[in-house]
C-alpha cells in the first residue's frame, strides 16, 4: 500500500522539500482569484457539482505559474487537503 508509494517516491520534489532550489510563492494579495478558483476546485462546496478531473493552468514562461501552484499546494497543505505535489526545479 502506501509504504510502497513512499518508496517510490522522489521527496525533493515535495512542495516543501528543502532540496528545492527555487519555491516562487504569490506575494500577498496576488492573484488571489486564480488561487480561489484552483482551490474551490479541488476542495468543492458541498453541494455543488463535482469538478473536472483536470485543472489545466497555462501561460508564458515566468508569467507566474509555478507561483500559483506553490501557493495553492500551501494552501491546500493547510486545509488539509493537499494529495500529493511534483515540482520541477
Known sequence: GIDILLEASNRDAAHDSAAREYDPRCHPGTREQHIEDIVYWAVPASGADDPLPLFWMKG?????KS????????RLKELGKLGATFFFS
Do not use: P, R
Not at 508564458?60 to 507566474?64: F, I, K
Not at 507561483?67 to 500551501?74: G, K, L, R
Open 67 to 74: 507561483a500559483i501552484a506553490q501557493t495553492c499546494a500551501e
Open 60 to 64: 508564458l514562461a515566468g508569467v507566474g
